[in-house]
Nanobody, 117 residues
Framework: QVHLVESGGGLVQAGGSLRLSCVASGRIFTMHVMGWYRQAPGEERELVARMFLNGITDYPDSMKARFTISRDNAKDTVYLQMNNLKPEDTGVYYC???????????WGQGTQVTVSS
């Protein structure tokens, strides 16, 4: 079992920045994919960024200019740097991990990000 704990959310004004952190209880180098998703009220959960084990990153076109995912295997931590935040970025941000060996998906409890206009 892998446990993911997010932190770093909060209230920020439009144009500001936040860095989210996701600490994994296990070794994240065993995770095939680590990623961040978000969910706004009344909306479906959507991909924000993900990083494959080989270091390749993937972002939806709407995210790639402002968001950056990174990982520190030594600290079992994945980060999401968010710049030039907009009110529409408001939502709960979830850390996700996929373990190819077992086909298992893991989710954190989420961290709230609120961007005021």
């Amino acid at each position: 079992q892998v446990h993911l704990v997010e932190s770093g959310g909060g209230l920020v004004q439009a144009g500001g920045s936040l860095r989210l952190s996701c600490v994994a209880s296990g070794r994240i180098f065993t995770m095939h994919v680590m990623g961040w998703y978000r969910q706004a009220p009344g909306e479906e959960r959507e991909l924000v960024a993900r990083m494959f084990l080989n270091g390749i990153t993937d972002y939806p076109d709407s995210m790639k200019a402002r968001f950056t995912i990174s990982r520190d295997n030594a600290k079992d931590t994945v980060y999401l740097q968010m710049n030039n935040l907009k009110p529409e970025d408001t939502g709960v941000y979830y850390c996700n991990a996929y373990e190819a060996g077992t086909g298992s998906y893991y989710w954190g409890q989420g961290t709230q990000v609120t961007v005021s206009s």
